[in-house]
Every structure is written in structure tokens, then in C-alpha cells.
């Protein structure tokens, strides 16, 4: 039977955020905790960089952006020229509003895929939503520290012990 | 760095909790748990439907029929069947579009605006609100669409498709901007609305008892399982989405007021539209979200969620939009008379005092006067009181576009085209028919996803901070 990692249960997030330092500190890499909501704090102590969302919002927002421009152009200044009340064929401000909404479409696009993209998202199935324990408590009201097998500092016995010394009632191993 | 460093104060220092004085009142009341905020939540979708639940569904519906029998029969014989006509060629129909527009601006103010000025006590409303945008967006869409007349030729002049000579739509055009505007919007409203929902119904998976409800939850919850590394990326892009959502929202109803401020026309052709519309759509909207709120804070037990300050705090938004809004009502009274065109001043005598004068005076005082009843905190949190000046607002807000539509095109340039209109039944069951699609989409949302943002309100509360002793905190010197 293959495992798929060992589990803590943390009954509050100061526990869980303590819990998440020692392991960081212990070198591990292949672990995470999960909580019922972002709890502020976790992302230093688990030693996270900052998110990189942020370049596929602006990777969309430059795609919109052109793309409306362009898209003006070719269509009322190009490809069929509609001469309107002597206005010019091509300006940057009429064009600006539909460019603008454009804009604000595609970056929302890409921040949600960046986030997708990011989180591995979406996934129907995952070893640890099998755990009743798991299920009851991560979305609920508990702080789970889960430390995959595939972690090369992984040792069933120490990792064992670390998580017994943070504080953890309930160490539990997952099966996958 | 490591862990001893940032334990650098003792562990004998204990942290005492914030002096009561000094603690703000809470967002959640009676110190609920955490568990307990999902249990409540979470139960409103659970178990069997509250005894009024089914009826008011069927009022709803029967409602929503019978502007689908409107609409067909509108179809079938032509715009006609409508009161308007020249000079009056925009009536209900714009005035319903920018009214159902408007309510949807308070959803997106306070999810995305407040959320950008960490207003905690957004996260009680901002899911509730939200799908008010998004209901409110699907009703506002009807409007124009079915004005036209033909409508199956929507396709040629919606989404920028050249016609049958090959001429592309002309994108000088309020209008065209108006349909870049308010699909952005409402694709950006559900983005943003269902990122707020996938943790929730990560919940509402694990919950689930049926298998049914278990695939279905879980299918839409996309295999959520509150990874912290997963919430690192989700809170960056649900920040970067407020901060998208808050240029859009202010961009939308500017745009909308486009279609009025950049035609000719005394009544229309101001600068002001702009921010007066954003200020009257967010007043409009928070007026709805109160209207809903109210009576669903009681009937689904949520008091100590949407708290007495919630409402309050609201309140005060009302107070604050409905002030600007009475401002700007003075000074386009001031500039039609500085500006020294006799027919805008012209124009605007005739809305005050001509022949629809009665909407003007309905529009004033249940925009400019019935807000400032707020000043008093006594009404403020008298919810019976404020859910009946909510009712106002929402009544006000309407007739405010209904004046500056129809009483700025029925006296055209030559006097000889002057008219009056009046709706026929047919206006009057599309417009009441279109609170029944409201309402039928707000009614099955709340039984069906959690109405509150779960875990955004387990967020706020003291249980969920790491530095407070009932999040955990033992002792001091933690960063």
C-alpha cells in the first residue's frame, strides 16, 4: 500500500503557523498546509515567494489592450473605411473605451488562468479529499499540515516526531 | 532566518486580549466559531427549504412568465406594442436597461472597492451582492436587446461582425461602446463572483451527503483543498480581480451615461453624467442589496452575520452617494442657467415643472430628501425603517432615469413633433416581469450555493488571527 503523506491535525491557526515554521526550518519541500481560509501569516512561515498571478493579469491586460486597438483600426480604418461626421478614421480616443473594457476582459481572463495555471487547478481527484478526516476538518474548521512521502527529507519515523512536537493530536498517515 | 530569530521574545511574556474600550465591535457576533459560521451557512442549502421558500419561487416565476409572454408578443408584432414613439423613441426600455445596470454597481462596489480599502465588514454582504450584480446584469441586458425590434438580427450589430455589405460596426458609437461595457462586465461580475465561490463550495462538497450533491459541488469546486500554496495564488488573483473589477465599474455606468452625455440633445449633452451616474448607480444598488438583505438577514436567522452595524454602515454609504447625487441634480439646475443656453435652461424648467413634473418631484424626494433621514443613528438601525427607505431609493432611482430620458425627448427642437408619452400594458408587465427573473435567479442561488462568503467571514473573525488569543496566540514577538 502506498502512501501518499503524513497529516496534522492543528486546532488554530497560531498552532498551524507555528507548526508550518518548524517544517520550513527542517528543510522540507514537498508539504503544505491546508486551512478553511488564507490564514494571514502562512505564507512567511512556510517561506512561499510572492505569487507570480500578477504577470498573466498583465500579459492579458497588454493582449486586450492591443488587440482593441488594432482591431478598431483594421476594421474602421482599414479593411472598410466609413467616413462619420469628418471625423478621422483612426483615433486613439474613440478607440479608447471598447480598448479600455478589452483591457480589463482579458487581464480578469488571465489572472484567473494564472491562478489555474499556478495551483495545478482544476484537479477531480486528489488523494487527500479520499481521507474522511481530511474532508471534515480542511474546509471546516481545521489547520492540516500534510507532509508528502515524496519529500526527500520524508522519514516516517522522524517527520513523525516533528509534527508530534508542534503541537499535532492527531498524526495521521494518508494513504493514496 | 529562523525560527528562534523571529521568537526572540521570551515565551513567559503572555498576550494579554485588547482592552474592551478599545476592541472594535465584532463582525461576527456571540464569538461564533468557525465551525459554526459554515454549520450556519451552509445549513441554509442543507436540509429541507424554509416553509416560504417554495411559494415565493412560484410568485417569482409566475412573474418571469409573464414577461416571456411579453416579450414573445412583443417579438411577434413589433415594437409598436410599446407606448413609445417619436419624439419619445427611448422610453421603459432604456429606462428599465440603466435602472437593473445601476442596482448591479453596489455588488461590485462592495466586493471589489471595499475590498481594495479592506473594509472587513464587506465579506457578510459581498456574496449576496454579488449575485445581485450578476441578476441584475441579466435583467438590464433584456432591455436593449429586445428594443430594437429585430431581434435576430442582433448577432450582426452585437459582437463587431461585418453585415451583408461587408461594413464593419462603427466604433465611434456610445452604443457600441455600451455593448463592450456591459458584457465586460458581466463576464468580469461572474469571474470575480465565482473565484469568491470555489473555496465555499469546496465546503459544501465536503458536506455534501448525497452523492449527487457531492459530484456537483465537487465538479464546480475544481478539486479545492485549501492548500496554502493554493491560497497564495488565489488571494493574489482575487486582489488583482478587485483591482480590475474597480476601473470597470467605474468605466461602466460612465459609459452608459455616454449614450445621453454624448448626443445633442438639452438634458443629455452635460459633463456631468459621468460621476453622477456612478454616484446614483452605487446609491441605487446598495438600496437593493438592503432591500434583499433585511427581510433574508431574519427569515434565514442571520443576524449575528449581517450584523445591526452591517445595515448601519450601509446606511451610510445611502447617506453619502444620495448626497452626491442630490449635488449633482443642483448643479445641472445651476449650469443649464450659468451656461446661458436657453434650451437646455428650457429643458430643465420643463422637467421640474412641465408636463411630467411629477416625476421630478418623485425623483427628489426619494433621492434627495429620503436619504437624509440617515443622519439619525436611531433610523439607521430601526431595520423596518430602513428597509422601507430602501424601497424608496430603488423607486427613486428609477423615476431619476425615466426623467432624464423621457422628459428630455419629448420636446424635440420644432414644436410640431412635441409629445407625451405614456407606457401600455405591455411596458408596464415587461418591466414588473423582469423583478421576476430577479428574483427567480436570486431565490435558487440562495438554496443552492452558500448566500454568504464562508470563508471570507471565518477570515475576519478573532478566531482566524494568528495573534490573538483566540486564534492560538500564546505569546509574543511572532511575525
Known sequence: MNAYGLMAVFETPADAIHAAEKVRDAGYSKWDVHTPFPVHGMDAAMGLPNSKVGWFTFLGGVTGYTSGMLMIWWMNAYDYKIVIGGKPMFSPFFSFPVSYELTILLASFGSLIGMFLLNRLPRLHHPLLKNRKFCAGATHDKFILVIETADPKFNDQETRKLLASAGSKHIELVED | MSAAAEHSVPSSVKIAPPPVELERQPLVLHNRSIGWISDHIAGICEGDAPKWWLPALIFSVSLLTMMGACIAYLIVSGVGVWGLNQPVAWAWDITNFVFWIGIGHAGTLISAILFL???????????????????????????????????????????????????????????????????????????????????????????????????????????????????????????????????????????????????????????????????????????????????????????????????????????????????????????????????????????????????????????????????????????????????????????????????????????????????????????????????????????????????????????????????????????
Open chain 2, 117 to 479: 480599502l479592506r473594509q472587513k465588514w464587506r465579506t457578510s454582504v459581498n456574496r449576496a451582492a454579488e449575485a445581485m450584480t450578476l441578476f441584475a446584469v441579466a435583467c438590464a441586458g433584456i432591455f436593449p436587446l429586445i428594443h430594437v425590434g429585430r431581434i435576430w438580427y442582433a448577432l450582426w450589430w452585437l459582437p463587431p461582425i461585418p453585415n451583408n455589405y461587408d461594413i464593419w460596426p462603427q466604433f465611434r458609437s456610445p452604443l457600441l461602446w455600451d455593448v463592450f461595457a456591459v458584457s465586460t462586465y458581466g463576464t468580469v461580475s461572474l469571474l470575480f463572483w465565482y473565484t469568491g465561490l470555489i473555496p465555499d463550495l469546496a465546503t459544501m462538497r465536503d458536506r455534501a451527503t448525497s452523492k449527487v450533491k457531492k459530484f456537483l459541488y465537487g465538479f464546480f469546486a475544481f478539486g479545492w483543498t485549501g492548500s496554502n500554496r493554493h491560497w497564495s495564488n488565489y488571494e493574489k488573483a482575487y486582489l488583482l480581480l478587485a483591482g480590475l473589477s474597480t476601473p470597470l465599474v467605474l468605466s461602466v455606468h460612465s459609459i452608459v451615461s455616454f449614450d445621453f452625455a454624448v448626443s445633442q440633445l438639452p438634458g443629455w449633452h452635460t459633463t456631468i453624467f459621468p460621476p453622477y451616474f456612478v454616484a446614483g448607480a452605487v446609491f441605487s444598488g446598495f438600496g437593493m442589496v438592503l432591500t434583499l438583505l433585511i427581510p433574508l438577514r431574519t427569515l434565514c436567522k442571520l443576524e449575528d452575520i449581517v450584523t445591526v452595524r452591517h445595515v448601519e454602515l450601509m446606511c451610510k454609504v445611502i447617506l453619502a452617494t444620495g448626497s452626491i447625487v442630490g449635488y449633482a441634480y443642483g448643479m445641472e439646475f445651476f449650469i443649464a442657467w450659468y451656461g446661458g443656453n436657453p434650451y437646455e435652461l428650457a429643458a430643465f424648467k420643463n422637467r421640474a415643472f412641465g408636463p411630467y413634473w411629477w416625476s421630478y418631484w418623485w425623483m427628489i424626494s426619494c433621492n434627495v430628501i429620503c436619504p437624509h433621514l440617515f443622519w439619525f443613528k436611531k433610523l439607521r438601525e430601526n431595520m423596518v425603517f430602513v428597509f422601507i427607505v430602501s424601497i424608496f431609493v430603488n423607486i427613486g432611482m428609477w423615476f431619476e432615469r425615466f426623467v432624464i430620458i423621457v422628459t428630455s425627448l419629448h420636446r424635440d427642437y420644432l414644436p410640431s413633433s412635441w409629445g407625451y408619452f405614456r407606457p401600455t400594458w405591455v411596458d408596464v408587465c415587461t418591466f414588473v416581469g423582469s423583478f421576476g427573473l430577479f428574483m427567480t435567479l436570486f431565490l435558487l442561488f440562495m438554496r443552492y450555493l452558500p448566500m454568504i462568503a464562508i470563508s471570507e467571514v471565518k477570515g475576519v473573525t478573532p478566531q482566524a488571527d494568528a495573534h490573538h488569543p483566540l486564534g492560538g496566540a500564546k505569546h509574543g514577538g511572532h511575525h
